[in-house]
């Protein structure tokens, strides 16, 4: 039976509203552990397809080419066809990815995998905090978008968790594990159960309401509110919805730009600009290349899987901490201390980098001191991280744009942001060997200031208001 039919019989059904966040959510855990699982794997994939730092930059950045493709027509295609059925076959994606990736025998075969994960990463980073906003009373919407963060954080911490056992069982990723497969292989099957799970508890929730109205099936909407609040309140919500949707016909791309001034609204120049400056502070480069930097800076592979574990850790305190603060003290003011923060933490592995290098000529080997300095730094720019751009990045994309055109401005977003991740990933290894760590990490500081001004300057803030009334407010 469809959850939708059963109406609340209280005014907010909030443990409904959890279990369908929850759902939601489980995308972005798939996000985080498809994203994670590569960083124990990268010295492996180079000795398995025999690739040079060009290629093994590649394998990993792949998938980011993926995720910008589905993040883009994701958007488009759940205004045609609703989020619902994007995300199930998003999750269906995830499971072949997962299952390919770990057979895959050649660079070629493991790249179409991983693009085709990146194809599910990129629906699931939009739909699922789109999906949150749009069924979450605005009191309590931050927190309930900031699931799709801790469950990002969750996915790359049991990503890294997962790759650090089945390493030290087999005695390192290379190593020959369970039935004839190596380690690195099983690293990936695990995501085969968390997908699983995803599409089965796909099946068993309701469509967003907001895609119902805006697709004449206002009827559905209402039963669907009815659930988590109840019948007159849904009743006035979809009257209110009406107002701020094309109710002749489903949203569309050209609807970004604004009917009166004939430009793209503005609002969606904003939403490129925070996608982008996430990624561009650098916080990719710890999640997908730790394990390299942590061996290069003198670790065991295990201390260094090791200590990816401890950075998950980190980041899903501190994620906590942020759905606590989202709701309380805004938006904009996260974003404000998360851009300074991260900024000095970045100028910090900076300068440890820069100084810290024993023989730039054999790679980054560093000394026991600076090596524990460059870990307490990294850990100190995750915290701020997860604290603040981490979950309100997701957030703002959830609930900034009008109901008239967030599915437009999702996709668009959504491409900005693994564009921009893209670059960051494939740009690294080739910074590494150039200019050096000390400079790599000087350029994410100073994007950390960018960010800050931005913010200041573009950014409004949107706590406590309804989609209606946001939307509204781009009229």
Known sequence: MDLSTKPATTETNLLRVIMLSSVAALGGFLFGFDSGVINGTVHALQGAFDSDAVGTGFNVASMLLGCAIGAFFSGMLADKYGRKYVLITAAAAFIISAWGSGIASTSTE??????????????????????IGEIAPPNIRGRLISFQQMAIVLGLFFAFFSNYNLASIAGGASAELWWGYDAWQWMFWV??????????????????????????????????????????????????????????RKPRMSDIVNEKTKKVNPIVWVGLGLAALQTFTGIDVVFYYGTVLWQAAGFTEADALFTNVISGSVNIVFTILAITLVDRFGRKPLLLIGALGQAVMLGLLAIIFAVGVEDASQGIEMSGTYGIMALLAANGYVAFFAMTWGPVLWVMLGEMFSNKFRGAALAIAGMTKWLANFLVIISFPVLQASVGLGVSYGIYAAMGIVAFIFVRRYVTETKGKTLEEISLDQE
């Open 191 to 248: 995501e085969l159960i968390p997908a699983s799970i995803f599409f089965i508890c796909l099946l068993f929730i309701p469509e967003s309401p907001r895609y119902l109205v805006a697709a004449r099936q206002s009827e559905k909407a209402v039963s669907v509110l009815a659930s988590i609040t109840n019948w007159e309140i849904a009743r006035k919500q979809v009257e209110e919805i009406k107002r701020t949707v094309l109710g002749e």
């Open 110 to 131: 493991f790249v179409f995998y991983r693009v085709l994960g990146g194809l599910a990463i990129g629906a699931a980073s939009i739909l699922s905090p789109a999906y």
